[in-house]
């Protein structure tokens, strides 16, 4: 695979680094969004080998190290879990803004529990998977047990973890406490993955149990047989990422239709979409699914958007001009004439008219097209192509005019309590 250096803000305003891994050729299929262990890091052996066997399958994987921790900027002792679940969700708008955004979120222990919070609060996310991970956060103070007292007392306390200190304050302990993860996985509403072995000793199988019992279908469980909690064995971790990227493939975008998906408390779509849509609940940052290909759109600044992307109307004047050179092209190939290349320039805009029907839109849209025509081509040639650029199927689609029809689907509708 290969491994790309990044860095973006995290929650608290440090510099956080990670790792973007990439198959080694061809587009990625997905991108999944990885999060470490409790005080581990982005490096951890486990963690690499599971990124290699999702990006040796078409996934991309960005890794990172969360707050205080591995080569990221700040101080541990001000971290929390909730600034974890922040830090994920940093991460996740880095890889939307710069370059894909997260299909897949993964969490190995403390980080699966961070993951599935975090997904709550991305909808772009299709699917979630937990390894060793437990039902309740708090769980994470066992690593500490004999040192609580203190804690609670002086306000902060120098532990040892995994032959490592760190420093836990009283703010921690109380974050660990405020979450409610029953009703946080009743709700989340993505297909879920938990990975959990029946010998696990740093957090126990019952934690799988709890997990699995509180999520809604669709949800899958693997057991890790005789695997450690930090998956130190090579091929614990590589099967780990194999099986991962098998499941989350169900969920996916595949060529000629829609993934399935867990939004509506089933394991398939029903209906046949296959354009999906999204804008966030502030600005104009608009995520379009096409497939398993993302693309993106927004407005200026001049109109109030962040200008991430193309406007509506220039991905239309896009689809246009697309449309029109793919049609000279095959156009061409079957005539066998020595076109090169072929450019098609494309200006929108909206010219008044004056209307038979007095009730009717005064203005009409108008695309200006300037065909371009590399290559030893004759005039008659040329001429020809002209012609068959009136021909293209989205041009004809919109000269004749085209039917919109919109109904309403409600959110969750049908789900069930399991």
């Known amino acids: 695979m290969k491994n790309l250096p990044v860095s973006f803000p995290g929650a608290l305003g440090s510099e956080l680094q990670a790792r973007l891994s990439l198959p080694e050729s061809g587009e990625p299929r997905a991108c999944a969004l990885f999060a470490h262990c409790f005080t581990c890091s982005k490096d951890l052996k486990p963690a690499v080998n599971i990124s290699r066997a999702l990006t040796d399958r078409g996934f991309a994987v960005l890794r990172f190290d969360f707050t205080g921790l591995g080569e990221s900027e700040g101080d541990f002792a001000d971290t929390d879990f909730s600034s974890n679940v922040e830090d994920l969700l940093a991460a996740a708008r880095y890889m939307e803004e710069e370059w894909h955004a997260p299909s897949i979120l993964v969490g190995h222990s403390l980080g699966g529990a961070a993951a599935i919070q975090a997904a709550a609060r991305l909808p772009q996310v299709r699917a979630v998977a937990t390894i060793a991970s ?19 007392e002086e306000g902060d306390a120098r532990v040892r973890i995994a032959g490592r200190s760190f420093t836990i304050r009283r703010d921690f302990l109380e974050d660990l406490a405020a979450g409610n993860m029953e009703e946080i996985l009743r709700e989340l509403r993505r297909p879920l993955l938990i990975f959990h072995s029946p010998v696990d000793q740093v957090v126990g199988i019952d934690n799988a149990g709890r997990i699995y019992q509180a999520a809604r279908h669709p949800k899958s469980f693997v057991s890790l047989e005789d695997a450690d909690h930090l998956l130190l064995r090579e091929n614990d971790s590589l099967y780990v990422g194999s099986v991962l990227a098998a499941w989350a493939s169900r969920y996916l975008p595949e060529a000629g239709g829609e993934a399935a998906t867990g939004e509506e408390g089933t394991a398939a ?10 804008t966030g609940a502030k600005g104009y940052r608009t995520r379009i699914s096409a497939r398993s290909h993302d693309l993106r759109a927004d407005e200026p600044t001049s109109l109030g958007g962040d200008d991430t992307g193309p406007t509506p109307y220039e991905l239309l004047a896009g689809a246009l001009g697309s449309c029109t050179t793919i049609t000279l092209r095959m156009y061409a190939d079957r005539k066998g004439w020595p076109l090169e290349d072929v450019e098609v320039h494309l200006n929108h805009s909206k010219e008044k008219r004056r209307p038979r029907d007095p009730d009717a839109d005064p203005r009409t849209d108008h695309f200006k097209r300037e065909v371009v025509l590399h290559g030893p081509l004759d005039p008659e040639q040329k001429e020809r192509l002209l012609q068959i650029a009136d021909r293209c199927p989205v041009h004809r689609s919109l000269e004749t005019g085209v039917k919109v029809s919109t109904r309403l689907k409600e959110n ?7």
């Not at 437990?134 to 609670?152: A, R």
């Not at 779509?269 to 999204?278: A, G, K, L």
Request: glycine share 12%; no cysteine.
């Open 134 to 152: 437990p039902f309740d956060p708090e769980h994470v103070k066992g690593l500490f047990q004999d040192s609580l007292g203190e804690i609670q």
């Open 269 to 278: 779509m029903n209906d046949d979409h296959r354009i999906r849509v999204t």
């Open 412 to 418: 969750g509708a049908g789900e069930s309590d399991q």
